[in-house]
Each structure stands twice: as C-alpha cells, then as structure tokens.
C-alpha cells in the first residue's frame, strides 16, 4: 500500500481504536481499513430504491390518505 493518511482521534476513539486491535491481533491500521470498507459498502449503490413511488393505485402521497390528515 502506498497511500498514506494521518489522523488526529479524540481520547475516547484512540483507546477504542487500540482495544479492538489488540483484541482482535490486528494492527490498528487493519482495524480503520475494515471500518473504512464497511462503511463505504454501508453508502454504495441500492438499485432497489429506483422502486420507490412507482406502486400503482396508491396515493401518490400518503399524507392525503384518509385518517392521516393534520388535525
């Protein structure tokens, strides 16, 4: 790897970051790449989200159902 990052951690995630890379026997830069790998999964791609809305014969907002008005 040839890419290189500092990063200045608060107290509280620097022990977090130490005791889970010690606890797991990986080094703490295994530990942020794996955080880093899910948290870029967590935010990719959802082509079932192109589905929302297109159901036919509801409301097209269900704000204008009935029982759901503003009081």
Known sequence: MSNTLSVRLPADLAAW???TAERTGQTQGEVVRLQLTKARAATGEKPWMALAGKA?????DLSTREGFGKR
């Open 17 to 19: 970051l130490k005791e």
């Open 56 to 60: 036919k014969g509801l409301p097209r």
